[in-house]
Nanobody, 126 residues
């Protein structure tokens, strides 16, 4: 699976952005997908993920505690797309956001996902 993320930009605190991730490959619907982010000087961290019925996690949706209630991950298998709707953005959400996919992740750590997009920068600032 090849991935390409888009939709980042500059937004004021409290604003919204929707990130998109276009995937290529016929097996996209079998893959767990996730959004990760990496701020300067910090490790890459999970933001949100959707597993499938046949992967680890059994068809569930996961969110980092810091984004619960503000971010929503979704996928459209017919279009090979993954989305991250981000509302009530905070300055601490500033980071490069990456989409990732894997047909057989052993967990939700960044090292569990084998396919990565190029990243899109989100800056939350007034």
């Amino acid at each position: 699976v090849q991935l390409q993320a888009s939709g980042g930009g500059l937004v004021q605190p409290g604003g919204s952005l929707r990130l998109s991730c276009a995937a290529s490959g016929s097996r996209f619907s079998f893959a767990a997908v996730g959004w990760y982010r990496q701020a300067p000087g910090k490790q890459r961290e999970l933001v949100a993920a959707i597993t499938t019925a046949i992967t680890w996690g059994g068809g569930s949706t996961y969110y980092a505690d810091s984004v619960k209630g503000r971010f929503t991950i979704s996928r459209d298998n017919a279009k090979n797309m993954v989305y991250l709707q981000m509302n009530s953005l905070k300055p601490e959400d500033t980071a490069v956001y990456y989409c990732a996919a894997d047909e057989s992740p052993r967990g939700l750590g960044a090292t569990d996902f084998g396919s990565w997009g190029q990243g899109t920068l989100v800056t939350v600032s007034s």
